[in-house]
């Protein structure tokens, strides 16, 4: 069994940044991709990027330019740097590890952001 721990999220004014971070522990076997997702109120479970363990990246549209995701294959942990933070941005961000050897999907337990003044 594998455990993601996550950290970083709070309460920020418009346009501030914010820092996620995850620690995936336990069980590990290679995990393969690793990422965080989001939900708002009354949305579905949305991606917000995800990184392969060589470093390839996908965003969603709506965090290009302002979101940096990063990894570090060592400690099996995941940042998300998110910069430029807008009222919609708002959610509970969930971090996300996929392990292929196992087909297993992995989720945090959610650490909410709220973009408020």
């Known amino acids: 069994q594998v455990q993601l721990m996550e950290s970083g999220g709070g309460l920020v004014q418009p346009g501030g940044s914010l820092n996620l971070a995850c620690t995936a522990s336990?069980?590990?076997?290679?995990?393969?991709?690793m990422g965080w997702y989001r939900q708002a109120p009354g949305a579905e479970r949305e991606l917000v990027a995800i990184?392969?363990?060589?470093?390839?990246?996908k965003y969603a549209d709506f965090v290009l330019g302002r979101f940096t995701i990063s990894r570090d294959n060592a400690t099996n942990t995941v940042s998300l740097q998110m910069n430029t933070l807008r009222p919609e941005d708002t959610a509970v961000y969930y971090c996300?590890?996929?392990?292929?050897?196992?087909?297993?999907?992995?989720w945090g337990q959610g650490t909410p952001v709220t973009i408020s003044s």
């Open positions: 990184i392969h363990s060589g470093g390839s990246t």
């Open positions: 336990g069980n590990i076997f290679p995990i393969n991709v």
């Open positions: 996300y590890a996929f392990e292929a050897q196992r087909v297993r999907t992995y």
